[in-house]
């Protein structure tokens, strides 16, 4: 399995980051470092992207761990 190439529809606009937020706290989104999550510090949650698409639901979401939020709020 090598490294396919991306689909340019399957790429999150950063522009559009910027217009996110938490769907329980309404606060700022920030990109994980792989690109794959959109993480709620103040929530402790982080929402996938699939296909360049944020899923912004509660039920997609995963609770991040203490440490985890430490290396997202720097």
Known sequence: MGSEPVDPRHVL???MLEML???LTKTRL?????KS???SVA?????PIRKGVPLLSL????TIE???IQRHSR
């Open 43 to 47: 929530a402790r949650l982080a929402f």
């Open 13 to 15: 606009d950063v522009h």
């Open 59 to 62: 039920e997609e979401a995963r």
């Open 66 to 68: 203490p440490e985890e």
């Open 37 to 39: 999550e959109l993480i």
């Open 30 to 34: 920030t990109l994980s470092a792989d």
């Open 21 to 23: 937020v938490c769907p």
